[in-house]
């Protein structure tokens, strides 16, 4: 059986990750648009400019999935986490993330994405 490497399995996880950061962003991008914070805009703007980011870098990881000759073609969520199921070069694999190790993953690149959104 033919194992993703190291890197493509960091791929894989990305894939799975980057959708939760983006409803997290989406979220509170509406929290915010709808407080009563007087200068709401520049966090509007920053929440923005990372989910812009999140969108290009989704695109560009499925693209490469592809181009490697990974297809996704399952993915379940429950209680314990998100279960993922894709074909790479014949070979059908599976890969579980935990809620809590889905969260500290969605806090650290929130807090990467955002830092960027100022360069």
Do not use: C
Request: glycine fraction near 4%.
């Amino acid at each position: 059986m033919k194992f993703p490497s190291p890197r493509d399995s960091e791929l894989i996880r990305e894939y799975v990750l980057l959708p939760l950061l983006l409803l997290v962003l989406a979220r509170d991008q509406k929290i915010i648009a709808q407080s009563s914070i007087k200068l709401k805009q520049p966090y509007l703007d920053t929440l923005q400019s990372a989910m812009d980011r999140v969108m290009k870098d989704m695109g560009r990881i499925r693209q490469t999935l592809r181009s490697r000759g990974f297809r996704f073609y399952e993915e379940t969520r429950d209680d314990l986490g998100i279960y993922v199921k894709y074909v790479y070069q014949g070979y059908h694999h599976t890969l579980r993330l935990h809620w809590e190790y889905l969260k500290g993953q969605v806090e650290m690149k929130l807090k990467e994405y955002l830092s960027h959104s100022y360069n």
